[in-house]
């Protein structure tokens, strides 16, 4: 679909440059449709007024620059030069920069066109205008790389989670050690996430083809939030994981039973990611309200005792895990009220 749209894009361009306005070979317009269009993780009509403005302001700085001290390499350099500085000033983004720069260079290197100095530049106008309107009346699906996203996060958080539950059967500091690492490295996508669903909520309010899909943004908006606050968590159980491995706090039987709730809170975001990703709107529900079910049943064993904890370490590993498990609940679609009570107490 990418690839349509931008050839789409390009020759509607084109077309309405030559038979609208009867210029000659307007390749600029097509050009400035094309790399408006372009391949992009997050394509909004933000970056594509970014780039146009970028493509055309480039255009219209090389006709003036030719048009008042003409055409050559001396005055290539100094319109590059002040393309790019103008750019700078304008807007800090590189794509912004680039296109400025790129699109000025070329205007001052060619040949002048036959309709006129800024005939290139109306052209260039007329790409982005083409541009702006596919990417508002035909935007890409904005859920598509959200549940992409969300499906790796909560994969890399029920892997950290598994390591956890293995290095305590195994009585392995190091694979907790492993697992804190790998929690770490997860925050990027949390990172990318939160700039993606950004993305889709600006297509879900300008493309009226999506607005339907707005309260399915919000629910992935909500889920990130505590999924964050999980990870975080998270981070901090397998680094007390790590820390009552080498000081043998936990009895064999601790360790397994912790190690079986973490192993069946793996399980239970296995059903988040499902809840979450999968595009039949009922099978969510289902896998979202059985995932519910289970971090239920693994709340409710959330006490020392019930663990067969007795060291104080031990303890405040259990205690770790509440909030946690307090977060995956909200991240399921709980209230943070209702989360806490089905909690044991303390």
């Known amino acids: 679909m990418p690839v349509i749209l931008m050839a789409v894009g390009a020759v509607a361009a084109y077309l309405i440059a030559e ?80 296109q400025l ?82 929690g770490r490295g997860s925050q990027n996508l949390v990172d990318a996430i939160r700039t993606t669903l950004k993305t889709s909520g600006e297509v879900t309010r300008l493309a009226p083809a999506y607005r339907r899909y707005r309260s399915e943004i919000e629910n992935f908006e909500h889920a990130v939030e505590y999924l964050d606050l999980a990870l975080r968590n998270g981070r901090v159980v397998a680094r007390r994981i790590a820390s009552a491995i080498n000081n043998a706090a936990l009895s064999e039987m601790a360790a397994e ?43 409710s064993r959330a006490h020392p005792r019930k663990l067969h904890v007795e060291r104080l370490e031990g303890e405040a590993l259990v205690i770790l895990i509440r909030p946690m498990l307090v977060d995956l609940l909200e991240a399921a679609g709980y209230g943070h009220d209702e989360a806490v009570a089905l909690l044991p107490a303390l």
Do not use: Y
Not at 258 to 287: C, F, K, M, P
């Open 19 to 98: 038979h609208l306005l009867g210029h000659v070979g307007p390749i600029f317009a097509a050009t400035s449709a094309l790399v408006s269009l372009g391949f992009g993780r997050d394509l909004t009509l933000r970056k594509v007024l970014e780039v146009s403005a970028g493509c055309t302001l480039g255009i219209v700085l090389g006709d003036l620059m030719r048009t008042l001290f003409g055409a050559g390499i001396t005055q290539a350099a100094i319109v590059l030069v002040v393309s790019l500085l103008l750019a700078r000033f304008l807007d800090r983004g590189v794509i912004f920069a680039t």
């Open 101 to 182: 720069g790129i699109q000025s260079l070329f205007v001052v290197l060619l040949p002048a066109p036959v309709g006129g100095p800024f005939t290139r530049s109306l052209d260039a106008v007329i790409g982005g205008l083409v541009s702006l309107l596919l990417t508002a009346l035909l935007p890409r699906d904005p859920r598509v790389q959200p549940r992409h996203d969300l499906h790796q996060l909560v994969g890399a958080f029920s892997e950290m989670l598994r390591e956890c539950s293995e290095a305590l059967t195994e009585a392995d500091s190091t694979r907790a050690w492993h697992a804190l690492v790998r």
């Open 257 to 299: 039973d912790i190690a079986e709730l973490l192993e069946n809170t793996a399980e239970a975001l296995d059903l988040v990611a499902a809840g979450l990703s999968t595009e039949d709107r009922e099978e969510r529900r289902v896998n979202r309200r059985s995932a519910g079910l289970m971090l239920e049943q693994i709340a």
